[in-house]
C-alpha cells in the first residue's frame, strides 16, 4: 500500500497551512497562491466509493471463487479486505447491530469500523425528524450486511463487507436503464451522503437508489480511528514469483516519462506515460484493471505545464483521493516543486519553494512518513559513496525536515527507490533496487530500524533494465508485491508473499471477462489520424493532415479526424484559410462571431471575398455554428478557387432550383466533385451537411485537381 508514488489510502486527519506560498520556479513568477488551508485531508484509509457519480473516484471492489452467495470460508482480497476482513467470517465476527432511523426500531448488521457513519446517520436523521420530517422504513424492504457477489457477476457486494444499507426497495428500485425511480425526500438522502455514503440514486450508469454504501473513513465528520490492516494469511515472501509479464500499448520508454501509480484512483496501480504536448503536458495511463489491453489507455491534458528536464512522481498532495503529479525542480540552490491537481483536471498547479537544498544525486519519493495525513518527500542522496536519506515535512510544505540520516548503503548511483510497508507497521520502509547481471538486488531498509542498514537483501530474478519500480497489492492478501516497469516497456510483478491457500495467482482486482470493444479506438496506429482507417476517403484525409489543412478534431492531442462529424461554418473558414495561405484582415466583418475561435479565419474569408454573410440581403452575420450544406460548400470552394463556368450543362438531376446550381456546375467541371450516388453519381445532394471526410476529398481534389 506504500508506494514510490504515493500512498492510495486516506484519513480524515485535517492539517491546515496557512501563509504564503512563493511560487517562482527557475526565476520566472507564476501565480501566488495567498492561503494554503484547502490542501484537505491528506492519505491514510482505504476509500470504497461505488461510483465516480458520488463525486469522487471510484474504487475496484474484489472478485470471489464464485457467483451467489458466500460462505464464510470465502477469502476476501484487496483494500476492502485490508480493510474489513480476509474472509467472510472474518467480516461476520466484526458486525454489530444498527437500529436503523425511523424504522419502529429495527436493527440490521453493520461493521464495526463502519459503525461511525452509521451513527452519523442516525444523528443526521434524528435533527430531521426533530424538525417535523420523517419517512417511514419498511422492515421487510431494508436490507444490510449479506454475504453475496453482484447479481450474476464475481464481483463482491459491498453489503458482503458490512459497510452498506439497502431501504424500501420496493419503492425505490434498481435500474439498469438509468432511469431514477425514488419515493426518498432530498433531505432524506442527504442525511446518509453527509454522513459519508454513497446513494445509488447518485451514480452514473445505473440506477439503485435503495442502496446507501460507506464511502470510507475520510468522508464521515469525526471520524479519528487509525485501524490497522487486518492480518494476511500470507507470510513474507523474496519476490521470487513472478506472477504478470506483460506489455502495454507505449512501447519502449524513450524520451518519455514512465512511472507507476494509479492513474484514475481507482485503487489499482497503473503505467503512467507523460509527455510534452502543445502548451501543455499529456498524461496517459495505461489501466491494470483493463489488463492493461490496447484499448484501455486514458488520458489527460495539462496546460501550461511542461516537463524541462524535471523529476515527475505522483503522490495524493490535496488529500482527495487522487494522484496530484508533482514536478520536482533542482535547477536552484533548493528544490522547487509544481504540484499538478489531479481532481481539477490537471488544470490548476501550485509552485512550492522548499528548504530542500540541491546537493546532485536527488532521487524523490512520495509517503506519509509519521502518520499525520500529508505526504511527505522523501529525498535519496547518493554522493561521495554516501547515501543519506532525508524526509521533508508535508504539513510544512517542505520547509522541515523531520529525518536525516546514513542509510549505510554506501553508492547507490544508478539505483531504484521506491517504499513499502514490508513489516506490516503502516510506516513506509525504503527499498533500494539495482540490476546485478541477469537478476535484480533488492535491499529493504525499515522505519523501525531508523532506515540503517537493511533489514533484507533479496534477489529478484528479473531481466528488466528498470525504468520504475512501485509496490502495491497485487493478488490482494494484503502484503506489498513488487512492480517492476522495464524500459522496454514489459511490465512484471512478483509476489512479496507466500500464495494465499486455495486461490491461484491472480490479482484481486481483475475482471475475468474483460475484453476491448471492437469500435474502440487504438492507441498505436499508422498515419495521422486513428479513427479515419474506414473511411473511403482516407488518402484525403491524410493529405489534409500533412498539408496542415486539418490539426484533427480532438485538441490538444489532434489524433482523431472525427471523419463522420459534420463541418460548421467556422470550421470551414478555418480550412479555407490554412488551404489558401489568406492573409490576415483587420476589419470586423460580422457581428455574430465575437469570441469564436474561428473570427480571425471568418474575416480572412471575407476580405477574400469568399463569403458575404448568412443573412442576405444585410449580411451582418455569419452563423459560425451552422453546419454547412453541400450546395454551400460548392460556393465556398467556387469562390476561393475561382473554378470558371462550364457553360450550359446540368449534371445532376437533384440541384434544379437551387441557389448553388451554378457552383456546383462549375465544381463538376472542376473535377472536384463527382456526385453524391455512386456509381451512377447523377445526383449531389445539395441540402445534405458535409462530413469531414468528404470536405478533406473536395479540398484534395481543388488543391491537387486529382
Same mark, same amino acid.
Given at each position: ?63 470471489? /471463487? ?197 492513474? +484514475? ?12 504536448? +502543445? ?29 524541462? /528536464? ?23 540552490? +533548493? ?18 519553494? %522548499? =528548504?530542500?537544498?540541491?546537493?546532485? *544525486?536527488? %532521487?524523490?519519493?512520495? $509517503? ?18 554516501? %547515501? ?25 548511483? $544508478? ?26 538486488? $533488492? ?80 492507441? +498505436? ?74 473570427? *480571425?479565419?471568418?474575416?480572412?474569408? =471575407? ?32 469562390? =476561393? ?29 472542376? *473535377? ?7 456509381? =451512377? ?26
Amino acid at each position: 500500500m506504500w508506494s514510490r508514488h504515493g500512498i492510495r489510502f486516506r484519513f480524515s486527519t485535517v492539517a491546515l497551512v496557512t501563509g504564503i506560498v512563493s511560487t517562482v520556479l527557475g526565476g520566472q513568477a507564476t501565480a501566488e497562491v495567498a492561503s494554503v488551508d484547502t490542501i484537505g485531508e491528506g492519505v491514510g484509509e482505504a476509500t470504497f466509493v461505488e461510483s465516480w457519480g458520488c463525486g469522487e473516484p471510484a474504487t475496484i471492489g474484489p472478485k470471489a /471463487g464464485k457467483v451467489g452467495w458466500l460462505s464464510d470460508s470465502e477469502l476476501l482480497r484487496g483494500p476492502r479486505a485490508d480493510f474489513f476482513g480476509r474472509s467472510v467470517g472474518q467480516v461476520r465476527d466484526n458486525l454489530v447491530w444498527w437500529e436503523i432511523p425511523m424504522s419502529g426500531g429495527t436493527t440490521r448488521q453493520v461493521h464495526a469500523r463502519a459503525l461511525p457513519g452509521f451513527l452519523q446517520v442516525t444523528a443526521n436523521l434524528a435533527a430531521e425528524q426533530a424538525n417535523g420530517r420523517y419517512y417511514s422504513v419498511r422492515p421487510q424492504h431494508s436490507y444490510g450486511f449479506t454475504p453475496r457477489t453482484i447479481g450474476s457477476r464475481s464481483r463482491i457486494s459491498q453489503h458482503a463487507f458490512g459497510n452498506a444499507m439497502d431501504i424500501n426497495s420496493t419503492t425505490n428500485p434498481y435500474r439498469g436503464d438509468n432511469v431514477l425511480v425514488t419515493d426518498m425526500p432530498s433531505w432524506y438522502v442527504q442525511a446518509w451522503t453527509d454522513a459519508g455514503f454513497c446513494w445509488g440514486g447518485d451514480w452514473e450508469s445505473v440506477k439503485d437508489p435503495m442502496h446507501f454504501s460507506w464511502m470510507g473513513p475520510a468522508f464521515t465528520p469525526g471520524y479519528d480511528e487509525q485501524y490497522l490492516s487486518f492480518p494476511p494469511n500470507t507470510s513474507t515472501a523474496n519476490f521470487t514469483t513472478r506472477v504478470l509479464s506483460s506489455s502495454t500499448e507505449f512501447g519502449p520508454v524513450g524520451d518519455d516519462t514512465r512511472i507507476l501509480g494509479d492513474g +484514475n484512483g481507482d485503487g489499482v496501480r497503473d503505467v503512467y506515460n507523460i509527455r510534452d504536448g +502543445n502548451q501543455g503536458v499529456i498524461v496517459e495511463y495505461s489501466r491494470s484493471d483493463k489488463a492493461n489491453a490496447w484499448c484501455a489507455v486514458s488520458r489527460n491534458f495539462a496546460p501550461n505545464v511542461a516537463l524541462d /528536464g524535471r523529476e515527475v512522481i505522483v503522490g495524493d498532495f490535496y488529500g482527495k483521493g487522487r494522484n496530484d503529479l508533482w514536478f520536482l525542480d533542482n535547477s536552484g540552490p +533548493n528544490v522547487s516543486v509544481e504540484i499538478v491537481d489531479r481532481s481539477a483536471g490537471y488544470e490548476e498547479s501550485v509552485v512550492l519553494q %522548499t =528548504a530542500i537544498p540541491v546537493g546532485g *544525486g536527488e %532521487t524523490y519519493l512520495a $509517503g506519509d512518513y509519521n502518520r499525520d495525513g500529508r505526504m511527505d518527500l522523501y529525498v535519496i542522496r547518493s554522493v561521495d559513496d554516501v %547515501t543519506r536519506l532525508e524526509v521533508w515535512s508535508g504539513a510544512t510544505l517542505f520547509l522541515t525536515a523531520l529525518k536525516d540520516t546514513d542509510t549505510g548503503l554506501g553508492d547507490t548511483e $544508478g539505483w531504484e527507490f521506491s517504499l513499502d510497508d514490508r513489516d506490516l507497521d503502516r510506516r513506509p520502509d525504503l527499498v533500494a533496487i539495482r540490476k546485478v547481471g541477469n537478476a535484480l538486488q $533488492g535491499l529493504i531498509l525499515t522505519q523501525a530500524n531508523g532506515y540503517s542498514g537493511p533489514a533484507e537483501n533479496v534477489v529478484i530474478p528479473s531481466e528488466l533494465t528498470i525504468a520504475d519500480i512501485a509496490f502495491d497489492d497485487y493478488d490482494g492478501d494484503g502484503r506489498g508485491d513488487l512492480w517492476i516497469y522495464g524500459e522496454n516497456g514489459i511490465l512484471e510483478v512478483y509476489l512479496g508473499n507466500t500464495a494465499l491457500a486455495g486461490t491461484n495467482y491472480t490479482s484481486w482486482f481483475l475482471d475475468p471477462d474483460f475484453e476491448c470493444d471492437e469500435d474502440a479506438l487504438p492507441y +498505436n496506429f499508422e498515419g495521422t489520424f486513428r479513427d479515419d482507417d474506414d473511411s473511403i476517403h482516407l488518402a484525403s484525409i491524410e493529405y489534409v493532415a500533412q498539408a496542415e489543412i486539418s490539426l484533427g478534431c480532438n485538441p490538444p492531442y489532434g489524433d482523431e479526424f472525427c471523419p463522420s462529424d459534420t463541418v460548421t461554418r467556422g470550421q470551414m473558414a478555418a480550412f479555407l484559410v490554412r488551404a489558401l495561405d489568406l492573409p490576415s484582415s483587420g476589419t470586423d466583418f460580422f457581428a455574430d462571431d465575437e469570441g469564436s475561435i474561428f473570427q *480571425g479565419d471568418i474575416n480572412r474569408i =471575407a476580405a477574400a471575398g469568399i463569403t458575404l454573410g448568412c443573412d442576405p440581403p444585410a449580411n451582418a452575420n455569419f452563423c459560425p455554428e451552422d453546419v454547412v450544406t453541400r450546395g454551400q460548400m460548392a460556393a465556398f470552394l467556387v469562390r =476561393a478557387f475561382g473554378f470558371g463556368d462550364p457553360g450550359i450543362v446540368d449534371s445532376f438531376v437533384d440541384d434544379n432550383g437551387s441557389i448553388f446550381e451554378p457552383a456546383i456546375e462549375r465544381l463538376r467541371a472542376a *473535377g472536384v466533385t463527382l456526385g453524391c450516388n455512386p456509381p =451512377a453519381n447523377d445526383r449531389f445532394c445539395p441540402e445534405r451537411d458535409v462530413r469531414r471526410d468528404e470536405m478533406a476529398a473536395f479540398l484534395h481534389r481543388a488543391l491537387t485537381g486529382t
